[in-house]
């Protein structure tokens, strides 16, 4: 998951706020932090999911 993660949000947002944007540099920094905040949420989302089935799994 980090992987893709990295690949594809972070190179995607990049490379689409800087180029194809054309903001420049401050699009390239713009991409890179949304890059890693999106992810980080749909993460932080995902393993609250994870962790709420292997609850209920050990409850029965």
Same mark, same amino acid.
């Given at each position: ?16 706020? #800087? ?5 420049? +540099?401050?699009? =390239?920094? !713009?991409?890179?932090?949304? #890059? ?5 949420? +749909?993460?932080? =989302?995902? !393993? ?13």
């Amino acid at each position: 998951w980090t992987i893709i993660r990295e690949v594809v949000f972070a190179v995607s947002f990049t490379y689409m706020f #800087g180029i194809m944007f054309g903001w420049g +540099l401050t699009g =390239i920094w !713009a991409g890179l932090a949304l #890059g890693r905040i999106i992810p980080s949420i +749909l993460n932080f =989302i995902f !393993a609250r999911y994870t962790i709420k089935i292997i609850r209920k799994r050990l409850d029965v």
